[in-house]
């Protein structure tokens, strides 16, 4: 396809931003990234997604598209190159359900932990990431038949899914002294999270773990303020 | 496609309904399995180990989980008649996100306000006008969200056309009305009006029956128990 005007709204922290940069990278294709300022909306992003008023949205030829995954499917679908999702309905399926998984499940874990009013829940949270990762570990086997990725011998959709979580997963480890991606419990999602992070598509627009951790704090700041509610 | 398709859903569950409209739209025979959820069977938590939940389609012995799974599967397997999304990415995209906006926001809102009292069940009736004001103009006064035939927006919103009109007669309120949603309430008349439809809905009256008799119980959870 030839150049087109593409641009990309998002935040550079964001684990959902970076779901559409690597599928964008991995086809090859340029854009415009517009960054928000965290704390406010830009007038292109509640023109954009009127509905969540939530980054990211893809704009490409000055059509919107919103949500993550829905992006990630669309760039798929839109520029040859690359293959995300795969080509059997079957195998698509499996991927989709994988995705829906971390999406609704494991993150909302994950992130438990930081809302997590009482030492009772965050230590149950804590445990759902991890029941989660074995979870995962068996996905992989399955999925990845001994390549280095879930999708096979390159990046695949429950990759981008899984792997732009990475950022945020380790920033949560340095934040609760918890090491979730242990060797001895999950040896295959350890290795796999090497190769995804140093990839070429991925290692440009994965945060660094330390901002995360910087910006985490920042946050949680904020929103412990007294006498809130 | 030769191999044999089954479908475990249950009566009363408007997502393996979903499927059951699929199927019957692509012409698709199938095995209707329906599941007692109080008992489920051992074969369901063999073929959904990770949720153990309805609706499962099972494939030449393969299943698919998650009914809009489900139904972007039965579109791309059996994809010579009656599509049920988009071919254009772009509308496709689209599709994908009214589907995930019913499915993540509106049938939470319409269930919460119909099982719940006082100031929340104020704030969830506040959430559902928005979100039901959102797709009467979404219809954009087309016969269905998928234009002229009923595509995967229209199978997901099946909950807003039965389960959401049922309930909130349970509840004793009324959410959607002919008055603030013509074009919506057009829409439920059109879908409803399908032979299709009607094949792969539960009666009303059983649907009426059921939830109104589960009133207590239902009422008392958290989680939506079909």
Aim: negative net charge; aromatic residues 12%; hydrophobic residues 45%.
């Amino acid at each position: 396809m030839a150049s087109e005007d593409v641009k990309l709204i998002g935040a550079v922290m964001s684990p959902f931003v970076m779901r559409p940069r690597v599928s964008l990278n991995l086809k090859g294709v340029e854009y415009e990234f517009l960054e928000e300022t965290f704390g406010s909306k830009s007038e292109l992003l509640l023109k954009s997604n009127p509905v969540y008023k939530k980054i990211p949205v893809l704009i490409h030829s000055g059509k919107p598209i919103c949500e993550s995954l829905i992006i990630v499917q669309y760039i798929d679908e839109t520029w040859s190159g690359h293959s995300i999702l795969p080509s059997d309905a079957y195998d698509r399926a499996i991927a989709r359900f994988w995705a829906h998984y971390i999406d609704d499940k494991w993150f909302p874990a994950l992130g438990g932990i930081a809302r997590a009013q009482t030492e009772e829940a965050k230590n149950e949270a804590i445990e759902q990431v991890f029941t989660g990762l074995k979870l995962l570990e068996e996905a992989f086997e399955k999925c990845s038949g001994g390549k280095p990725f879930f999708g096979g011998e390159t990046i695949g959709y429950v990759d981008i899914a899984l792997g732009c979580y990475l950022g945020w997963l380790r920033a949560t480890e340095k934040l609760i002294g918890i090491t979730f991606l242990d060797e001895t419990k999950t040896p295959l999602l350890c290795h796999w999270a090497e190769k995804f992070s140093s990839h070429e598509a991925v290692a440009s627009v994965m945060p660094e773990t330390d901002k995360l951790v910087e910006f985490a704090k920042m946050i949680q700041a904020k929103f412990k303020a007294p006498a809130n509610k | 496609m030769g191999e044999e398709v089954k479908l475990f859903g249950s009566y009363a569950s408007p997502f393996s309904s979903r499927v059951e409209l699929a199927l019957k739209l692509k012409g698709v025979s199938f095995e209707n399995i329906k599941e007692d959820l109080a008992n489920k069977s051992a074969l369901l938590v063999q073929y959904n180990p990770v949720h153990k939940k309805i609706p499962v389609l099972l494939h030449g012995g393969r299943p698919v989980i998650e009914s809009l799974i489900i139904l972007e599967y039965i579109d791309e397997t059996w994809d010579g008649n009656h599509a049920i999304l988009p071919k254009d990415p772009f509308e496709r995209a689209l599709a994908c996100f009214w589907v995930k906006f019913i499915d993540d926001k509106v049938l939470r809102a319409l269930w919460m306000s119909c099982r719940s009292e006082g100031e929340m069940q104020k704030n969830f009736m506040e959430q559902s006008k928005e979100y039901l004001e959102l797709l009467e103009n979404e219809l954009k006064g087309n016969k269905f969200f998928g234009g002229d035939a009923i595509g995967i927006v229209d199978i997901s919103a099946n909950f807003i056309a039965l389960w959401a009109i049922v309930l909130q007669e349970v509840a004793g309120i009324s959410l959607i009305n002919e008055e603030k949603y013509p074009i919506l309430c057009n829409w439920i008349e059109e879908f409803l009006s399908s032979e299709v439809v009607k094949e792969s809905l539960p009666e009303k009256e059983k649907l009426f029956a059921y939830f109104h008799a589960k009133k207590e119980v239902i009422f008392a959870n958290k989680a939506p128990a079909y």
